[in-house]
């Protein structure tokens, strides 16, 4: 049984020591957050989320073939239509919810922090690439141009791999031997050019 399928019927709440990375953790780990909340509460989250994934990675396949020469610019509007209805929908719950988290998380700090009350705040809040739902389908027609020209389409797991520590490191053979040391080692910081118009 696919586990998407216990969702909102086997309600669990897991607190790791990996959960005290996520305020600085990819997007994708935040988001991931709020959808495992939603697909416990919300009936039908989960299969319209899984369905909006399917979308989206058929859009991309469709630009990659239109690139090409291999298919139709007027073929994006069939997935164009899915791709608003369904994340128009996501989008919304998402900000109901974070609203509903944001006002139960200040008044849990509210009691446990009387002492400094106005020294510190806090909120928590859904911000989604997409400011206006209503305007999904203006933005999406407006990035068309954009995404028919790069030669590749990001999807949300690129989130996973941005902002990350990677170190190349050169190797200097030992003399009259088969093996090698280290000669010299640089870190450098990996991150996008630019990020998806749509990873929300």
Same mark, same amino acid.
């Given at each position: 049984?696919?586990?998407?399928?216990?969702?909102?019927?086997?309600? @669990?709440? @897991?607190?790791?020591?990996?959960?005290?990375?996520?305020?600085?953790?990819?997007?994708?780990?935040?988001?991931?957050?709020?959808?495992?909340?939603?697909?416990?509460?919300?009936?039908?989250?989960?299969?319209?989320?899984?369905?909006?994934?399917?979308?989206?990675?058929?859009?991309?396949?469709?630009?990659?073939? !239109?690139?090409?020469?291999?298919?139709?610019?007027?073929?994006?509007?069939?997935?164009?239509? &899915? *791709?608003?209805?369904?994340?128009?929908?996501?989008?919304?719950?998402? &900000?109901? +919810?974070?609203?509903? *988290?944001?006002?139960?998380?200040?008044?849990?700090?509210?009691?446990?922090?009387?002492? =400094?009350?106005?020294?510190?705040?806090?909120?928590?809040? +859904? &911000?989604?690439?997409?400011?206006?739902?209503?305007?999904?389908?203006?933005?999406?027609?407006?990035?068309?141009?954009?995404?028919?020209?790069? &030669?590749?389409? *990001?999807?949300?797991?690129?989130?996973?791999?941005?902002?990350?520590? !990677? !170190?190349?490191?050169?190797?200097? =053979?030992?003399?009259?031997?088969?093996?090698?040391?280290?000669?010299?080692?640089?870190? +450098?910081?990996?991150?996008?050019?630019?990020?998806?118009?749509?990873?929300?």
């Amino acid at each position: 049984m696919p586990l998407s399928l216990l969702a909102g019927h086997l309600p @669990v709440v @897991v607190f790791s020591p990996e959960s005290m990375d996520l305020p600085e953790a990819a997007p994708t780990k935040r988001r991931r957050l709020i959808d495992v909340l939603l697909a416990q509460i919300e009936p039908g989250y989960t299969k319209r989320l899984l369905k909006y994934n399917h979308v989206v990675k058929a859009r991309n396949k469709l630009l990659d073939r !239109i690139k090409f020469g291999k298919g139709e610019v007027g073929e994006l509007t069939f997935w164009d239509e &899915q *791709l608003v209805e369904l994340g128009g929908a996501i989008i919304t719950l998402r &900000q109901k +919810y974070a609203r509903t *988290l944001d006002s139960r998380i200040k008044k849990c700090f509210k009691r446990i922090n009387n002492a =400094r009350e106005k020294e510190q705040k806090i909120a928590f809040y +859904y &911000q989604s690439s997409i400011q206006d739902v209503d305007r999904f389908r203006e933005e999406l027609e407006n990035a068309r141009e954009r995404e028919l020209r790069v &030669q590749f389409v *990001l999807t949300r797991q690129a989130d996973a791999a941005n902002n990350q520590d !990677i !170190i190349l490191r050169l190797d200097e =053979r030992v003399p009259e031997t088969s093996h090698f040391h280290e000669y010299k080692t640089a870190r +450098y910081l990996l991150r996008r050019s630019f990020t998806s118009d749509f990873d929300f």
